[in-house]
């Protein structure tokens, strides 16, 4: 009998080596699990119309930042575009009712005309939803209970971005990260999920910004590192315990990082743009100890994004560029299976659910291609306003933010 069971447990590794949403799973944080983007166990219907919603709810303000789900509740942020003023609002993942909404004052200040007040996502756990946003000088974060009571909040230090803020905060055990890489005072810190207390903070070299979401990865010897991105430093793996550097490659973004790590398939990727310029894309095999080095596994050059995270399946990588054009790769080597066009602008990211990838257009469509080797193009779909948000897949069901509302599109029956 322990023989089938260890059996199935190694069957179960096989099938599913890397971070992803189960159907029941909490979508904690900017791309769900890890940022993977990736919800397994659940499937959605390719096409549909508003009548094929549970529900759709108008939303108090204007953001571009993803809804985030623990349990029966959704969290968002929308930004008040006159006063610069932030809100968190908690829904009720069921039926849409909203529950509270706490607001944050800030101030007018300069943002890119595709950025909005409220561009960052929240992080959640099973006691707090922890958010940031700008004012016109200073990074700010906060942690407030499922309930909406304020437990606590910081000012992180001084920030300077070309186009307005935009980084999302993660949950590692119990710290948040904060990466704040910038024109001015850029560091990466960790805050203590229950009082706000900094564990550490590490200062880094300023001159680019960097909008990247702090990812984890899970070294061969058991450890875990915290990767990060920037123009300056290039991609490093930092140890949750004190901030310290264990393994760090240089000279990986020529440009700015907009794109969030990926962590898949055993690799680390990472790019980087700035309009049409400087795009890159480099997986990187971490060494599997501190003091190791950090090595090139490959690189991609045609059709790349700026903005867009990719995400893989356990042997597929799906890249989608910011000008509608989609490829895929053998995740392992790089090589290209196929590229297509399929319109549109993208300042969202890609998710799969089940066997497909689901991307929303800056105009409101979401486009639903086959995860799949060939290339199927299975749906075009209007939402109505403009979005650049990412999907996210949370108890079973599939939830779609536009600047003003959030639908909720149901599991295929």
Not at 18 to 46: I, K, M, Y
Not at 200 to 211: D, L, N, P, Q
Not at 313 to 335: E, H, I, M, N, P
Request: glycine share 10%; hydrophobic share 40%.
């Amino acid at each position: 009998m322990r023989h089938w069971q260890e059996l199935l447990v190694l069957l179960a590794v096989a099938v599913c080596p890397f971070d992803s949403a189960q159907a029941d799973e909490n979508w904690s944080r900017f791309r769900g699990p890890n940022g993977s983007g990736l919800a397994a166990g659940v499937s959605f219907p390719a096409t549909w119309t508003a009548d094929d919603y549970k529900w759709k709810v108008p939303l108090p303000g204007k953001g571009h930042s993803s809804p985030v789900g623990w349990g029966d509740r959704l969290f968002v942020t929308t930004g008040d575009q006159e006063s610069g003023e932030l809100a968190l609002v908690a829904l009720d993942a069921k039926s849409g009712k909203s529950l509270w909404e706490v607001r944050f004052k800030s101030a007018p200040h300069h943002l890119h005309a595709a950025n909005s007040y409220a561009s960052s996502t929240p992080a959640v756990d099973a006691a707090r939803v922890y958010i940031t946003w700008a004012s016109p000088d200073s990074l700010k974060i906060a942690a407030l209970s499922h309930d909406g009571e304020k437990a606590w909040q910081r000012e992180l230090g001084s920030l300077e971005y070309k186009h307005g803020f935009g980084g999302s905060p993660a949950v590692v055990d119990d710290l948040v990260i904060v990466a704040n890489d910038n024109l001015s005072e850029s560091f990466v810190t960790a805050l203590d999920a229950v009082t706000g207390e900094p564990r550490w903070r590490r200062e880094r070299t300023a001159g680019t910004e960097s909008y990247a979401t702090p990812a984890v990865w899970h070294a061969d010897n058991g450890t875990t590192q915290i990767v990060v991105h920037s123009t300056e430093e290039g991609m490093a793996g930092l140890a949750p315990a004190d901030g310290s550097t264990v393994w760090q490659l240089g000279d990986v973004f020529p440009v700015r990082c907009v794109s969030s790590p990926l962590v898949a398939g055993g690799l680390v990727f990472g790019g980087s743009g700035e309009g049409g310029n400087g795009k890159s894309f480099t997986a990187v095999k971490p060494p599997a100890s501190a003091g190791g080095e950090a090595t090139v596994a490959y690189r991609l050059s045609k059709s790349l994004p700026q903005v867009p995270t990719p995400v893989a399946t356990v042997d597929l990588l799906f890249v989608w560029s910011d000008r509608g054009v989609v490829s895929c790769y053998d995740l392992a080597t790089g090589k290209q299976h196929w590229m297509e066009r399929v319109g549109g602008n993208y300042y969202g990211s890609p998710v799969i659910a089940g066997d497909k990838l689901y991307c929303i257009a800056a105009d409101g469509e979401a486009v639903v291609l086959a995860a799949e080797k060939e290339y199927k193009l299975l749906g075009r779909n209007e939402l109505g306003e403009a979005s650049h948000a990412t999907p996210i897949v949370h108890g079973g069901k599939m939830f779609l933010r536009t600047e003003t509302a959030l639908i909720c599109l149901p599991a295929s029956k």
